[in-house]
């Protein structure tokens, strides 16, 4: 186990600055995940914890012991990575074996921490097979195997099911959660996936552009993002996001947008001094907006249904409304044709306003 520091890391090769002055704190136990778009920094961060990889700047803790430049093998992590790769000519008691036979362990040892970890990514029956012989998740569940019984003080892993196919994903998934809680054990999981992200996360972490913008709990980068980029890169499918500005008419403040108007709060306009004119950015996910066929009172927006996805639990429906498109998710006794016009109802105590360099207003409230 073990809590790691991350202070002011910055990374480049070249012109290209991979990591920009980067700090935060993983907790002894946590499961932090590094979410961000593909290119953002993720991998050279885990590569630089994993000390693969020397940072052009910066420092990084192991408990309170100063780690930056020492190589791989004094560190105690264990990495999993997307493209892993198992030692083809060995089978999988001997891939997960390979690492603790290197340090010269007694064979009754090696026996039994190796059925131990295979027992816990549930491929004891498979001790066997060759790596030909094994499908992707089984795959996958080796590499872990490996990392595990090596007791690492710190996992750290790579978009490790990103590889994998879809129902596979879903299943390793849980099991990784389950692993977490059974090894007690501190991990830093790197994904580009949202949800993944949300279901695995003890805390999320989100990079863009080399720069960590928000660390929190998957339901507080939900509910309070920081800025826009947090607003839509959370949540599926991904909030509205509608540029505008603040009108006021006959005393009441007025989010303007080229095709519809929507009231705000006098609160939320005031406590931020933002002035009639100014340009703002409304957000609204698709889960919090209803839409209505009978006319509401006063000027809420309407729109015309593009499409309708019905997904099960829900549907999935596009509207325009004008120019631009509107996504709401709506129960499933709602299953519109093309063209059907519909009021469209956000909640107002959901919106979120971002401000000119995308900023969220919304905290003020919270
Ligand atoms: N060894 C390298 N040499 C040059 N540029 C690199 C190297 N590794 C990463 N980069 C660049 O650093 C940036 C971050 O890359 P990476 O950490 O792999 O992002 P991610 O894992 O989030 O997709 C990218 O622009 C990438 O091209
Ligand atoms: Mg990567």
Same mark, same amino acid.
């Given at each position: 186990?073990?809590?790691?520091?991350?202070?002011?890391?910055?990374?480049?090769?070249? #012109?290209?600055?991979? @990591?920009?002055?980067?700090?935060?704190?993983?907790?002894?136990?946590d499961f932090l995940v590094l979410l961000g778009?593909s290119?953002?920094?993720k991998t050279t961060m885990l590569r630089?914890l994993a000390?693969l990889? /020397?940072?052009?700047?910066?420092?990084?803790?192991?408990?309170?012991?100063?780690?930056?430049?020492?190589?791989?093998?004094?560190?105690?992590i264990a990495m999993v990575f997307q493209n892993l790769a198992l030692?083809?000519?060995?089978?999988v /008691?001997?891939n997960v074996?390979?690492?603790?036979?290197?340090?010269?362990? $007694?064979?009754?040892?090696?026996?039994?921490?190796? !059925? +131990?970890a295979l027992?816990i990514v549930g491929i004891? =029956?498979?001790?066997?097979?060759?790596p030909? +012989?094994l499908s992707g998740g089984q795959k996958q569940r080796v590499a872990l195997a490996r990392s595990i019984v090596r007791?690492p003080?710190l996992f750290l892993l790579d978009e490790p099911l990103a590889a994998l196919d879809a129902k596979i994903r879903t299943t390793m998934r849980s099991e990784l959660k389950q692993l977490h809680k059974k090894l007690?054990a501190t991990f830093i999981y790197v994904t580009h996936d949202q949800i993944e992200a949300m279901s695995l996360g003890t805390?999320v972490?989100? !990079?863009?552009?080399?720069?960590?913008?928000?660390?929190?709990?998957?339901?507080?980068?939900?509910?309070?993002?920081?800025?826009?980029?947090?607003?839509? /890169?959370?949540?599926?499918?991904? !909030?509205?996001? /509608?540029?505008? !500005?603040?009108?006021?008419? $006959?005393?009441?403040?007025?989010?303007? $947008?080229?095709?519809?108007?929507?009231? %705000?709060?006098?609160?939320?306009?005031?406590?931020?001094?933002?002035?009639?004119?100014?340009?703002? @950015?409304?957000?609204?996910?698709? #889960?919090?907006?209803?839409?209505?066929?009978?006319?509401?009172?006063?000027?809420?927006?309407?729109? =015309?249904?593009? @499409?309708?996805?019905?997904?099960?639990?829900?549907?999935?429906?596009?509207?325009?409304?004008?120019?631009?498109?509107?996504?709401? %998710? @709506?129960?499933?006794?709602?299953?519109?044709?093309?063209?059907?016009?519909?009021?469209?109802?956000?909640?107002?105590?959901?919106?979120? %306003?971002?401000?000119?360099?995308?900023? $969220?207003?919304?905290?003020? %409230?919270?």
């Amino acid at each position: 186990m073990s809590n790691i520091r991350v202070k002011n890391l910055t990374k480049k090769f070249g #012109e290209v600055i991979a @990591t920009d002055n980067v700090s935060f704190k993983v907790d002894d136990g946590d499961f932090l995940v590094l979410l961000g778009p593909s290119g953002c920094g993720k991998t050279t961060m885990l590569r630089m914890l994993a000390g693969l990889e /020397f940072p052009t700047s910066g420092e990084i803790f192991f408990e309170e012991e100063e780690v930056t430049d020492q190589p791989p093998d004094k560190r105690d992590i264990a990495m999993v990575f997307q493209n892993l790769a198992l030692y083809p000519h060995m089978n999988v /008691f001997q891939n997960v074996a390979f690492c603790l036979i290197n340090q010269k362990k $007694n064979r009754e040892y090696i026996e039994k921490k190796v !059925m +131990e970890a295979l027992e816990i990514v549930g491929i004891a =029956s498979l001790r066997n097979r060759m790596p030909y +012989e094994l499908s992707g998740g089984q795959k996958q569940r080796v590499a872990l195997a490996r990392s595990i019984v090596r007791e690492p003080k710190l996992f750290l892993l790579d978009e490790p099911l990103a590889a994998l196919d879809a129902k596979i994903r879903t299943t390793m998934r849980s099991e990784l959660k389950q692993l977490h809680k059974k090894l007690k054990a501190t991990f830093i999981y790197v994904t580009h996936d949202q949800i993944e992200a949300m279901s695995l996360g003890t805390r999320v972490a989100v !990079m863009n552009e080399g720069v960590i913008e928000q660390v929190g709990h998957p339901l507080d980068l939900y509910d309070r993002p920081a800025n826009r980029f947090i607003a839509s /890169f959370i949540g599926s499918p991904s !909030m509205n996001i /509608f540029e505008g !500005m603040i009108k006021k008419d $006959n005393g009441e403040y007025l989010f303007q $947008n080229v095709d519809f108007v929507l009231p %705000l709060s006098e609160e939320l306009v005031k406590n931020n001094n933002l002035s009639e004119q100014e340009k703002v @950015t409304l957000g609204i996910r698709p #889960e919090d907006t209803d839409i209505t066929v009978e006319a509401q009172e006063g000027g809420v927006p309407k729109g =015309s249904v593009l @499409t309708c996805e019905p997904l099960g639990q829900y549907n999935q429906i596009t509207l325009s409304t004008g120019e631009q498109e509107w996504v709401c %998710l @709506t129960d499933t006794t709602i299953l519109p044709d093309p063209g059907q016009e519909f009021q469209i109802t956000p909640l107002m105590n959901k919106i979120h %306003l971002f401000d000119s360099q995308g900023n $969220n207003l919304r905290k003020v %409230l919270d």
